[in-house]
């Protein structure tokens, strides 16, 4: 019996995906099944006045008088109804919900629906609205101190845009209808998010509500918490009718309507002496969290305590704030605020290393993190902080410095990003979470019961590896059961670089007690002799951990992963396109547990990330996406990516199962700025992403 962690073992879901057997959302039916679709508002601003329905009496109608709860979607902030009642914050609002048993039906439903409006002036700009959903401070030294100490201050403005998830399934969800019950199935990344928004919304106990997911074609963030939102709408109309309600959007709604990365604009202001040491680093982060809160808290969360970068620094001040507007609101998307205040920061370096003249490896050589260092927050990192091994492995690999010289003052450009992600969630949100995860004994092996949902990125595959391990049983030994509201413990989201740390640790510790229980029994002798049981461990965090929320100091994270992206580009004389040619990643992530499954996920947030660097465009007039359609929202395709070599360092974390960090979030940190730093040695001064060829027309030096 071999060891399964450390190598890439055959995918528990590969099988049932490639074969065509995986059951989709869309591929589930139920006796009786209505149809559902929603009816928005078309104004960014204002209150409906009247409402106008034109349609036949086969047509089930529901509004908010029909939510037998409260109308607002549960999440962090009770501020986003479920269906407007009067106000309308947004273009896309849902106000009406509509059912028929004939899907075709539905097909153009908004046009037979009618509002009245008194409109009001919308505000689409961060800067000068009014509300703010969140701020935070971060203060570390005497910032005032650290200019002084400085001989050479420097400043620059740095602005990202919207980016849509686009996952290739789009969101749908079935909601069933009980004896005063209600069971939804969706494509969906959080059971235990959806079930919150259930309760409230039903009003239901919350054993009178269960959640299934079904395979999921991907998320990215982006089916976090919108589909709390979708399962509340099904649930309406299968309470008013009293039969199961499907609900599947089609690709222009999914843009529409549903959340996408929050713009931002960062502001640096940095202290150095002449030969590179930073003295004093002013951060301003605002975020544009539209129409509604949802999760932006926790987006401004992560981007402020990762804007300073990877840097030591003794005074630091970094202020954000995360501001409504009126459009759709902005959510959660892979990285969630590390993005764009990473990329201001890294793009701020090399202006900074050409004020200074210095080498842009140098000077991120003098400043990187170390262990023993402490991070914006005061948290003191351990052995395993891996900047500058991530850094010179990147610039050796690539031949980082004699590209750099070879190509001044041709159309090839090469640029370098130095990052680091922290894994879970953030400061004291995973004793708050108090993760269960489970392992029941079967005839055959044992049967893995958490909440942390499979959405293409390997999790059934990886826990199975950790578990059987554990177990010291074979791979093929360990089930993993489909997240079940009603069967699996809340294992907390899958989200933010958690679930393979987290909750893989919390299943080998589980593995680990129930192997102890069989003894020199298999799990066939023990369950004939004595039946089945079941392991249950809770999160508990590692000693010596200590965060406070107040004053946003302290460990912020259990760890964080590592990462240095070299991009090599070509900028077309006559047309402005910038074409990737070769993308060196290298990251550390503590421990493979699956080094293909691993470097599938590195190679895939950075081809991502090259297309937040220069294609993906939001484009939004009067508050409404008007490129919601995949013919003029662009996205790398394989055609569009270049090479990407991916290198990964191990430095276990002792906390992590067999000392494995977090990996899928961070790969999206760093392509964007290497992409930007590459146009700036091509003479290109960018600050503004996505660098579209308009821009960088407007933009050589």
């Given amino acids: 019996m071999g060891r399964a962690v450390g190598t890439s073992v055959r995918r528990k879901d590969g099988d049932a995906k490639v074969t065509g057997a995986a059951k989709y959302i869309d591929d589930l039916t139920f006796p009786g099944m209505l149809f559902g679709a929603t009816i928005r508002a078309t104004i960014p ?57 004939d899907r075709r039906a539905l097909f153009g439903i908004d046009e037979q629906v009618r509002f009245d409006y008194r409109e009001l002036a919308p505000n689409y700009d961060p800067e000068t609205s009014e509300t703010c959903f969140k701020q935070i401070a971060i203060d570390k ?200 205040t990473q990329f201001a920061v890294e793009a701020h370096m090399d202006r900074v290393a050409e004020a200074l003249g210095i080498d842009p490896v140098r000077l991120r050589e003098v400043n990187a993190l170390r262990p023993g260092d402490s991070t914006a927050t005061g948290q003191k990192l351990g052995k395993d902080a891996s900047a500058l091994p991530v850094l010179r492995e990147a610039v050796k690999r690539s031949g980082f410095r004699r590209k750099r010289r070879e190509w001044k003052g041709t159309n090839r450009g090469i640029g370098l990003s130095l990052f680091f992600h922290g894994s879970g969630f953030t400061g004291a949100g995973e004793v708050k979470l108090a993760s269960k995860a489970s392992l029941e004994l079967t005839r055959s092996g044992a049967r893995i019961l958490v909440a942390s949902t499979e959405i293409g990125q390997g999790t059934t595959t990886m826990l199975a590896q950790i578990v059987a391990d554990a177990l010291e049983l074979p791979f093929a030994a360990i089930e993993v059961q489909q997240p079940d509201t009603d069967v699996v413990p809340d294992s907390g989201p899958t989200v933010a670089s958690r679930t393979c740390m987290i909750v893989g640790k919390l299943l080998e510790r589980c593995a680990r007690d129930m192997r102890r229980k069989l003894g020199a029994l298999t799990p066939a002798q023990y369950f004939t002799r004595h039946g089945a049981f079941t392991v249950t461990k809770q999160y508990e965090p590692p000693a010596g951990l200590a965060w406070d929320d107040q004053r946003y100091s302290g460990d912020a994270y259990g760890s964080y992963a590592w990462g240095c992206n070299v991009v090599e580009i070509e900028v077309d004389p006559v047309t402005f396109e910038v074409t990737p ?71 276990p974390y002792a906390h992590g199962p067999y000392g494995a960090k977090g990996v899928g979030e961070m790969p999206i940190d760093g392509p964007a700025p290497a992409v930007i730093n590459a146009l700036r040695h091509c003479g290109f001064d960018i600050r503004l992403i996505p660098a579209t060829p308009e821009r960088l027309m407007r933009a050589r030096r």
């Fill in 581 to 651: 040619t070769h993308v060196t990643a290298v990251a550390e992530i503590g421990k493979a547990i699956h080094p293909l499954m691993a470097e599938g996920q590195i190679q895939g947030g950075t081809a991502q990330g090259l297309g937040y660097a220069l294609l993906e465009e939001v484009v939004m007039r009067d508050g409404r996406m008007a490129n919601a359609q995949l013919t003029n929202y662009i996205i790398p395709t394989p055609m569009d990516a270049p090479p990407i070599e991916v290198a990964m360092l191990e430095r």
């Fill in 141 to 340: 030294g005497d910032i005032e101190r650290g200019f002084r100490d400085a001989e050479v201050v420097v400043d620059g403005e740095y602005r990202t845009s919207h980016q849509e998830q686009l996952y290739i399934e789009t969101n749908g969800v079935i909601a069933v209808p009980g004896d005063g019950q209600i069971t939804v199935y969706g494509s969906l990344q959080c059971p235990y998010y959806v079930h919150k928004a259930l309760v409230v919304l039903t009003g239901f106990t919350p054993d009178r509500v269960r959640v299934i997911q079904t395979e999921t074609g991907g998320g990215f963030g982006g089916k976090e918490e919108y589909p709390s939102m979708l399962a509340c709408h099904a649930a309406i109309l299968a309470i008013k009718t009293g039969k199961p309600v499907k609900m599947i959007y089609d690709r222009v709604e999914d843009l529409l309507a549903t959340t996408k990365r929050h713009p931002a604009i960062v502001r640096h202001r940095t202290g150095l002496t002449r030969d590179g040491r930073i003295t004093a680093m002013a951060v301003d982060v605002l975020m544009d969290g539209g129409a509604y809160a949802t999760l932006s808290a926790v987006v401004l969360s992560r981007g402020v305590i990762h804007a300073a970068g990877p840097y030591r620094c003794d005074h630091i001040r970094i202020r954000g704030r995360a501001m409504m507007t009126h459009t759709p609101p902005n959510g959660a998307f892979r990285g969630f605020g590390a993005p764009q």
């Fill in 45 to 101: 601003r204002g209150e409906i006045v009247n409402t106008h329905i034109d349609l036949s009496p086969d047509y089930i109608v529901a509004d908010y008088r029909d939510i037998p709860g409260k109308n607002y979607v549960a999440l962090l902030d009770p501020d986003q109804p479920c269906l407007a009642e009067r106000e309308v914050r947004h273009v896309a609002e849902p106000v009406l919900l509509v059912a028929h048993a």
